[in-house]
């Protein structure tokens, strides 16, 4: 089945720590997003990538990092300099937006990130 | 800024009956439209989409309505079940900024 896999469904952070949260897509989608999710909340935008080997800011991206060296792959880094990244964190890919006009994200089934 | 969002936080029906779950957006320029449905613990999922030349689509059981005229949207959802019980978000896309934005969410409860 075609489909969004994210690992690992929980993850925990000690001070100081970076984590790396893993999104992998079979959709063969060109485009790759991360929002964190806070209670009560709609997704923000962290990072997001329309092609291999680049990637761009979105509205919260202070805090975290991202590479895309392969197509279906978009890691997630969480590192110490975000001070509250307690939240779920939820990977989407689609067909390119721009040229094709909006098109769904389709999303995987999220990481629980917690602060020990 | 642009935003999009929600005119109910909760709303609750009965098994069977229909449901009207409702989305305000501010952005003029936005061109499309999507519902997504959220469960506890898991990541949206697509439910049904509209772009700005319509007014209305309809899926199984669900339909969509665009307003334009009062920048409003709107997800019926017929013969409501309990497996509908979840949180929908609506989201609008602006070509401009090439990207959605997703409103706060409304929790839809089912009572049997």
């Known amino acids: 089945d075609g489909g969004i896999t994210q690992s690992p469904k929980y993850l925990f952070r000690k001070e100081g720590q970076n984590v790396t949260l893993s999104c992998e897509q079979n959709?063969?989608?060109?485009?790759m997003y991360w929002y964190r999710q806070d209670p009560g909340q709609g997704l923000r935008l962290i990072y997001y990538s329309q092609i291999v080997n680049d990637f761009q800011k979105g509205d919260i991206a202070e805090g975290y990092s991202v590479s895309r060296e392969k197509k279906e792959s978009f890691p997630l880094t969480v590192t110490s300099a975000q001070k509250n990244p307690t939240a779920f964190y939820l990977c989407?890919?689609?067909?390119?937006?721009?040229?094709?006009?909006?098109?769904?994200?389709?999303f995987g089934d999220g990481t629980r990130l917690s602060i020990l | 800024g642009e935003s999009v969002g929600l005119h109910l936080p909760t709303l609750s029906v009965q098994e069977g009956d229909n449901s009207i779950i409702n989305c305000a957006y501010s952005?003029?320029?936005?061109?499309?439209f999507i519902w997504y449905k959220q469960e506890s613990g898991k990541g949206p999922q697509f439910i049904i989409d509209?772009?700005?030349?319509?007014d209305k689509r309809q899926g199984q059981r669900v339909t969509v309505l665009l307003n334009k005229t009062v920048k409003h949207l709107s997800l019926q959802i017929a013969a409501t079940q309990p497996g509908d019980s979840a949180v929908y978000f609506c989201?609008?896309?602006?070509?401009?900024?090439?990207?959605?934005?997703f409103g706060t969410g409304t929790r839809l409860q089912v009572t049997l």
């Open positions: 952005n003029s320029a936005s061109d499309y």
């Open positions: 989201a609008e896309y602006t070509g401009t900024a090439s990207k959605l934005t």
């Open positions: 989407a890919s689609s067909r390119l937006q721009a040229g094709w006009g909006g098109q769904p994200q389709h």
């Open positions: 959709l063969n989608h060109d485009a």
């Open positions: 509209i772009r700005s030349n319509m």
